[in-house]
């Protein structure tokens, strides 16, 4: 089993899901605050290169929901900088185990990778969801990182 160091947003459940997963398949899995990282352009290449550039973002960034950010138009440099300094913007989680690196949670792509020991999830492992309703949220991140809320009265 792989010791995995998990970038995330501490605090969010979909993180905290993906992590209950790595951590049933038998994984050790070490979280780290994605906003407390020291981020450079070459340091988040080494977990996007392999993916293109719109899909380095998360979707569920406000500034993204609300089309002040099109990931689809912007060249490699310019996301990098503004990944570099608004981490909330960045996919998540990010994913490392020694040398290799990935963002994202596609379950699949993890099972490959690490492998999941047949634990699986039916449910999208990067949607946002609160409560035991099911219900997904609109805006959970707030870009600048100072609140935890996204007025869906789950929190």
């Known amino acids: 089993m792989a010791t995995i160091t998990f970038y995330e947003k501490s605090g969010c459940s979909g993180n905290a899901r ?47 929901k609300s089309g002040e950010i099109v990931p689809e138009d912007l060249d490699e440099a310019t996301a990098l900088g503004l990944l570099v300094n608004h981490p909330l913007l960045i996919r998540r989680p990010l994913l490392e185990v020694g040398e290799e690196r990935m963002a994202g949670f596609d379950v699949a792509a993890v099972d490959a990778w690490l492998g999941l020991n047949g634990v699986t999830s039916e449910e999208d492992m990067e949607a946002c969801r609160h409560g035991t309703d099911g219900h997904r949220c609109q805006g959970h991140d707030e870009q600048d990182g100072h609140g935890t809320g996204c007025g869906c009265g789950h929190h």
């Open 18 to 64: 993906q992590k209950a997963l790595l951590e049933s398949a038998g994984h050790t899995v070490v979280p780290r605050d994605l906003r407390q990282t020291s981020w450079t352009r070459k340091r988040l290449l080494d977990f996007l290169y392999a993916l293109p550039v719109a899909q380095w973002f998360n979707r569920n960034a406000p500034a993204v």
